[in-house]
C-alpha cells in the first residue's frame, strides 16, 4: 500500500525558534491535512489543504502556522516561535476525494 | 464542530461485544473510524457515506443514521488485537475538514 512519507520523526527545539516539519503525501491524492496529538489526547484538526490552498483551518491554525506546497510533492508546516505547548506529534494525511485518510507515522516534536 | 464519541473508555473480555457511538450537532457527508494503538498512527478501518449505511468487515461492523447524525461502530466476539483508542471522523457538506471525536480506548483482556 502507498505511504505517507513524514520528516523527521523526533524534532527537539527550544522555545522561541522555529520549526518546519515535512510530509511526502501519496503522489495521486489531491487533500492534505496536518493534525497534531498531545500525548494520550485527541487527534486535534489543524488545516487542510487543497488545489494549493488552506481549505479549512482550526481555531489553533493561529498566524504562527503556516502550511506550503513548494514543489509538488512535498507539504510542510512551519510553526513559528515555537511555544511549550506546541510540543505534541504532529500528524501529515493525505487522500482522494471520498475516500480514507492516509496518516504518516508522525513527527513527534518537543520544545524545551 | 469536532463530534462527540461514547463511552469514554471500555474493558471486555476476550469475546465480549462493544458499541462505540459518535454524534454531531452538524449535518454530516461521512463518518469515518479509525484505531490507534499506542504510539503508532491512526488506521483506517471503515467509511460510510450515504444516510443509513451500513458497512462491516469480519466482527468489525458501523452503522451511519444521516438523519440523527449518529454513527456507531459495533466489535462483535472482540480479541485482544482490538485494543486500542478507536476515533470517529466527521465531514459536513461543502467543507473540507475532517475532525475527530476524542476517542474511546478499548481494553480487551483474556
Known amino acids: 500500500e502507498p505511504e505517507v512519507t513524514q520528516t523527521p520523526s523526533h524534532q527537539v527545539t527550544q522555545m522561541g525558534q522555529e520549526v518546519i516539519l515535512r510530509c511526502v503525501p501519496i503522489?495521486?491524492?489531491?487533500?492534505f491535512y496536518w493534525y497534531r496529538q498531545i500525548l494520550g489526547q485527541k487527534v486535534e484538526f489543524l488545516v487542510s489543504?487543497?488545489?494549493?490552498?488552506?481549505?479549512?483551518k482550526s481555531e489553533i491554525f493561529d498566524d504562527q502556522f503556516s502550511v506550503e506546497r513548494p514543489d509538488g510533492s512535498n507539504f510542510t508546516l512551519k510553526i513559528r516561535s515555537t511555544k511549550l505547548e506546541d510540543s505534541a506529534m504532529y500528524f501529515c494525511?493525505?487522500?482522494?476525494?471520498?475516500?480514507?485518510?492516509?496518516f504518516g507515522s508522525g513527527t513527534q516534536l518537543s520544545v524545551l | 464542530q469536532q463530534p462527540v464519541q461514547s463511552p469514554q473508555a471500555v474493558i471486555l473480555r476476550e469475546g465480549e461485544d462493544a458499541v462505540i457511538n459518535c454524534s454531531s450537532s452538524?449535518?454530516?457527508?461521512?463518518v469515518h473510524w479509525y484505531r490507534q494503538k499506542h504510539g503508532e498512527a491512526p488506521v483506517f478501518l471503515m467509511i460510510?457515506?450515504?444516510?443509513?449505511e451500513q458497512k462491516g468487515h469480519d466482527k468489525i461492523s458501523a452503522s451511519f443514521n444521516e438523519k440523527k447524525q449518529q454513527s456507531s461502530l459495533y466489535l462483535t466476539a472482540s480479541q485482544l488485537s482490538y485494543s486500542g483508542t478507536y476515533f470517529c471522523?466527521?465531514?459536513?457538506?461543502?467543507?473540507?475538514?475532517?475532525?475527530f471525536g476524542a476517542g474511546t480506548r478499548l481494553t480487551v483482556k483474556p
Open positions: 452538524k449535518a454530516l457527508y461521512s
Open positions: 460510510l457515506l450515504k444516510g443509513g
Open positions: 494525511a493525505s487522500r482522494q476525494f471520498n475516500e480514507k485518510l492516509f
Open positions: 471522523g466527521t465531514e459536513r457538506y461543502n467543507n473540507n475538514d475532517m475532525r
Open positions: 503522489s495521486n491524492h489531491l487533500y
Open positions: 489543504f487543497y488545489n494549493n490552498e488552506i481549505s479549512e
